[in-house]
């Protein structure tokens, strides 16, 4: 089983205790979230001026997770988290850290087994901390939906349309947000009470997913998040919550656990709507 890294443990601590903080703490555990992939190189005013509050609350706040101050947290950031402060850098400045870190050219199968290694470390700890009651309340939210809607961008595009495509083959209204055109707004509009919304998303959070999100709660439809924290910007309009973080090689965050994640809410949503998946095909229509 994979070992969490010590950013992410931090920031579960922090989630865990998040209700019990002081509201200016409150403040600094949620920059922190929303910006943990540049507190590495932030100084402690500058967290400080982006919570609205005074240095020394900073001080606190890591002191409160056991710390002796900002600095030795921040090394905790630095230490742990430098492979991930790269949705900056386009895939090419990616492949030519690589190939500058590496002390000799890799075989392309090095590559791919290396990251098929950091996939499966993905799903290993994807599989340690499931959480069975989060899941059976996100497979509730979708049986009593009246219409699914789902939206996702960029690289987490192509999992939205999976998802869409699996739910087709249940007796729900399914509805992928896709934003062609750029009419997110438009497709996103008649969403309900009686509806849920499943939005997909990871640093850098995608700005429409988080409109969409925004439209359906304040809509009253529910959202089910599919996102890596439950203290990130998708979390905040989330009645229902799946967490899962991808494992990443070379800078590159791996699919898997989120599909793999995606697929089996929909099988345990046809298994609860009583669906067998292999009566929807019948000879002579698609090969699915």
Same mark, same amino acid.
């Given at each position: 089983m994979s070992k969490r890294n010590p950013v992410d443990e931090l920031l579960q601590r922090i989630a865990d205790e998040y209700d019990e903080l002081p509201r200016q703490l409150q403040g600094v555990a949620t920059y922190i979230e929303q910006h943990r992939a540049n507190i590495m190189v932030q100084r402690i005013n500058e967290v400080a001026d982006g919570c609205g509050?005074?240095?020394? %609350? @900073?001080? *606190?706040?890591?002191?409160?997770?056991? /710390?002796?101050? !900002?600095?030795?947290?921040? #090394?905790?950031? =630095?230490?742990?988290?430098?492979?991930?402060?790269?949705?900056?850098?386009?895939?090419?400045q990616r492949i030519r850290k690589v190939i500058?870190?590496?002390?000799?050219?890799?075989?392309?199968?090095?590559?791919?087994?290396?990251?098929?290694?950091?996939?499966?470390?993905?799903?290993?700890?994807?599989?340690?901390?499931?959480?069975?009651?989060?899941?059976?309340?996100?497979?509730?939210?979708?049986?009593?939906?009246?219409?699914?809607?789902?939206? %996702? @961008?960029? *690289?987490?595009?192509?999992?939205?349309? /999976?998802?869409? !495509?699996?739910?087709?083959? #249940?007796?729900? =209204?399914?509805?992928?947000?896709?934003?062609?055109?750029?009419?997110?707004?438009?497709?996103?509009?008649?969403?309900?009470?009686?509806?849920?919304l499943i939005a997909?998303?990871?640093?850098?959070?995608?700005?429409?997913?988080?409109y969409c999100a925004r439209v359906a709660h304040q809509h009253k439809a529910k959202v089910l998040a599919v996102t890596d924290s439950a203290l990130g910007p998708l979390a905040r309009d989330a009645s229902a919550l799946l967490k899962v973080n991808e494992g990443s090689a070379f800078a590159f965050r791996a699919l898997t656990s989120t599909i793999c994640l995606c697929q089996a809410l929909f099988v345990a949503l046809a298994y609860k709507l009583e669906l067998k998946v292999e009566e929807t095909s019948h000879p002579g229509e698609y090969d699915d």
């Open positions: 509050v005074h240095a020394s %609350a @900073v001080v *606190r706040f890591a002191q409160r997770f056991g /710390y002796s101050g !900002y600095s030795e947290m921040q #090394t905790v950031f =630095r230490s742990a988290y430098t492979e991930a402060v790269t949705p900056a850098r386009s895939y090419q500058a870190d590496e002390s000799a050219p890799m075989t392309t199968a090095q590559m791919a087994l290396r990251f098929i290694d950091a996939s499966r470390a993905g799903l290993d700890e994807l599989a340690g901390e499931f959480d069975s009651k989060a899941f059976d309340e996100a497979v509730d939210l979708l049986v009593k939906a009246e219409n699914i809607y789902v939206i %996702a @961008v960029r *690289r987490t595009f192509g999992i939205a349309s /999976y998802i869409a !495509y699996a739910l087709q083959h #249940t007796e729900k =209204r399914v509805h992928l947000v896709s934003g062609l055109g750029g009419m997110f707004r438009e497709q996103i509009r008649s969403i309900g009470k009686n509806d849920v997909i998303s990871f640093p850098p959070y995608g700005k429409e997913t988080l």
